[in-house]
């Protein structure tokens, strides 16, 4: 069974002050890893997409990467406004195209 | 309207009501999705069509049936319901060319069963 775990569940952090939130998953087979962001009273909102070990993407002040076990999202010098709910979820090779296994999250809170 | 749109955002029903949601997509994608988030769980993936075809099930009671009438449309039928099922429901969408794991939200609709 796909597994992704996330930690920490919660990261209270100063503006300016950078940090990374971690994903860890069990799969068969990787097809993709999926980063996404929740605003409270909001869809989940697509962020990056992982296909293998040592791909890494950028987006402002956010980085994802990527090994063969876990995932890292880093954020440099964050601001309040990347305060948000961050979801990684997993698809599998040789599951279901359409399945995303997602963790609980991790809730960014970042101080002014 | 732009994205993905859901309504209502929020719903209260007894548990011997019957009510439906719906989402509607104006992104010209093929692939659509209902989700349930609970409190303190991971998003759980409940139906997908796709060309309105139904692709998955995963498991849901029949309480909850969907129903997909055009690639824009989605419905979600809900009847006898129990306090459980308490929780956000979310719709979303993806192009066939993401691999259908970009996929794209709509705003939920909260449902309270009491």
């Known amino acids: 069974e796909d597994q992704v775990t996330q930690s920490p569940e919660a990261l209270r952090l100063q503006e300016g002050e950078s940090s990374s939130l971690n994903c860890s998953y069990t799969?068969?087979?990787?097809?993709?890893l999926f980063w996404y962001r929740q605003d409270p009273g909001k869809g989940p909102e697509f962020l990056f997409t992982?296909?293998?070990a040592g791909e890494e993407k950028e987006k402002e002040r956010l980085k994802a990467t990527l090994t063969k076990k876990e995932s890292f999202l880093h954020i440099t010098a964050p601001k309040p406004e990347d305060s948000a709910t961050y979801l990684c979820a997993v698809q599998a090779s040789g599951g279901s195209n359409y399945k995303l296994t997602f963790g609980k999250g991790t809730l960014l809170t970042v101080n002014p | 309207e732009t994205g993905v749109t859901q309504t209502p955002r929020h719903l209260v029903m007894g548990m011997t009501n019957k009510k439906s949601l719906k989402c509607e997509q104006h992104?010209?994608?093929?692939?659509m999705y209902w989700y349930k988030q609970s409190a303190k769980k991971p998003l759980e993936l409940m139906f997908v069509y796709n060309f309105k075809e139904q692709t998955e099930n995963n498991s849901v009671p029949s309480r909850f049936s969907p129903e997909c009438p055009n690639s824009s449309h989605l419905f979600l039928h809900l009847h006898t319901l129990q306090p459980e099922d308490s929780a956000l429901y979310l719709c979303?969408?993806?192009?066939?060319?993401?691999?259908?794991?970009?996929?794209?939200f709509g705003p939920g609709t909260r449902l309270t069963v009491l």
């Open positions: 799969v068969s087979g990787l097809r993709g």
């Open positions: 992982l296909y293998s």
């Open positions: 979303a969408s993806s192009p066939p060319a993401s691999g259908f794991g970009e996929q794209f």
């Open positions: 992104l010209g994608h093929n692939a």
